[in-house]
């Protein structure tokens, strides 16, 4: 394998290190929230957004904004 081949795969291993873990953060939270409903919570807090900037080609889903 070529040094360049090596540090691509080097860097993809991080991406995808980087991206699993910004991943498990929203599905723990959607986890976390689907129990306190399911268990009848009285209280369930909303999570904050961050706003859309106005370059976004589709518009939010319904509830986001």
Do not use: W
Not at 13 to 23: H, M, P
Request: no cysteine; glycine share 6%; net charge negative.
């Amino acid at each position: 394998m070529r040094a360049a081949d090596t540090e691509e795969i080097a860097q993809l291993k991080g991406d995808v290190e980087a991206l699993v873990g910004a991943l498990h953060q929203p599905m723990t939270e959607n986890r976390m929230l689907r129990r306190q409903l399911s268990e009848g919570a009285d209280v369930v807090r909303e999570l904050h957004t961050q706003p859309r900037t106005a370059h976004t080609e589709q518009p939010a889903p319904p509830g986001l904004m």
